[in-house]
């Protein structure tokens, strides 16, 4: 029997469909007309050597929270009511108790007293 990643790419040079989260196919399964699917191959492959983006952070997370939740309920303030402003205030609302969470998860912890 094939492994997975072969009988999908089989299948999908073959224009058979996607392979379902099984790793089968699906009965009567056809990829869109004119879908071009990565083989399975070159698509982990490009992924295991991707380079991750990594930067030094110049601000605190609660700076960098603080400054988004105030951006947001700026902008909210400029939209008129509706689907929009409510996200970004929620966003904004969202990163207030981030903030105060990663505050008081990092406070130092002081030992018990008469343990």
């Known amino acids: 029997m094939p492994e997975p990643a072969v009988a999908a790419e089989a299948a ?7 392979p379902n989260r099984h790793g089968n196919l699906g009965p009567g399964a056809r990829p869109p007309a004119g879908a071009n699917f990565l083989p399975i191959k070159a698509l982990c ?3 295991m050597t991707a380079k991750r983006n ?4 110049t601000q605190s ?7 988004f939740a105030e951006t947001a309920r700026e902008r909210a303030r400029s939209l008129p009511p509706g689907k929009e402003r409510d996200m ?11 903030s105060h969470l990663t505050e008081w998860l990092s406070t130092p912890v002081y030992p018990r007293r008469g343990g």
């Open 54 to 57: 990594r930067r030094k952070q």
């Open 45 to 47: 492959e490009s992924t």
């Open 12 to 18: 999908n040079v073959a224009g058979l469909g996607r």
């Open 88 to 98: 970004l205030l929620r966003r904004a609302k969202q990163n207030d108790a981030t």
């Open 61 to 67: 997370l609660q700076e960098r929270l603080a400054t």
